[in-house]
């Protein structure tokens, strides 16, 4: 009975140190905040540090007073989760749920906006938020591509590509389509000087007569939807001998590994 009695105690004091259940609804965590999921979603995605947040949320004091809602002007707000982009309870209570769930959060001064005076809310405020996790969006992922047992396909320009992934080639790029495109851009000896991966916002152009070096120009029309590529541009289809200035020294051989995610 000793030993059954001290595990309990045990498992008590763990549970304890990570959240305290109030009326069987509210959840108090280790940092003050305090939350109740008012409607769940089991099948949900949880969003992870870094995902991009879409979200719907009513603001009041403890007094009922209003000071702000998407739901009133009919706009979802987006944020980065766990960057600092909103205030500490946000940070914290998003990440407690999924998609679909919505929730009340009670976020002391602490976790809110402190002693700071914001107009319509007052220095050292309790702040309740009803929010909805409307989405949760991955960056898009990377890792730089070796190209190691590929072939290396050389156009007649002097353009080289590896493939590395053809992706749908039953939907080939073609004039008059905008290709979004996720993108990192190195010199020979391997250092990065540009690119969007790892982002969530493609760099969007068209697939024939986009304003871009000679290089891109070239190697888009050739691609498939979801496809993966390194290239390798020599100076006359990249920059050539002027370069560009504080960015690109001149004669520069650029490598570029590219994804492209979409057409449209």
């Known amino acids: 009975m000793k030993n059954k009695f001290g595990l309990l105690v045990i498992l008590m004091a763990f549970f304890y140190a990570k959240a305290t259940v109030v009326n069987n609804d509210t959840i108090t965590t280790k940092s003050g905040l305090r939350y109740i999921i008012t409607k769940k979603n089991p099948k949900g995605i949880k969003p992870a ?3 991009r947040i879409e979200a719907h949320y009513t603001g009041t004091l403890t007094d009922g007073k209003k000071f702000d809602s998407s739901r009133d002007r009919n706009q979802t707000f987006s944020f980065n989760l766990g960057n600092g982009e909103v205030i500490q309870g946000w940070d914290e209570g998003f990440s407690y749920l999924k998609t679909g769930e919505r929730a009340t959060l009670i976020i002391p001064a602490t976790l809110g906006y402190g002693s700071q005076d914001m107009g319509d809310i007052p220095p050292n405020s309790t702040l309740i938020f009803d929010v909805e996790l409307v989405s949760v969006k991955k960056p898009i992922a990377y890792q730089p ?6 072939d290396t396909v050389t156009l007649k320009s002097g353009l080289k590509y590896i493939v ?3 992706g749908n080639v039953k939907i080939k790029a ?7 495109i996720f993108y990192a851009g ?6 990065k000087f540009d690119g969007n991966f790892g982002g969530f916002e493609p760099f969007k152009l068209p697939v ?3 304003s871009v ?6 190697i888009i029309p050739l691609m498939n939807k979801g496809m993966k590529i390194r290239i390798i541009i ?6 050539g001998e002027q370069g560009y200035p504080g960015a690109i020294p001149p004669n520069s051989t650029l490598i570029f590994d590219m994804f492209l995610q979409d057409l449209q």
């Open 234 to 239: 020599p100076p006359y289809l990249a920059y």
């Open 49 to 51: 540090k870094g995902d």
């Open 208 to 210: 024939v007569g986009a």
């Open 164 to 166: 590395i992934n053809p």
């Open 213 to 218: 070096i000679g290089g891109w120009q070239e």
């Open 186 to 191: 190195y010199f020979m000896d391997g250092q």
């Open 145 to 150: 591509y070796s190209g190691k047992g590929k």
């Open 174 to 180: 073609k004039a008059g389509q905008t290709a979004s």
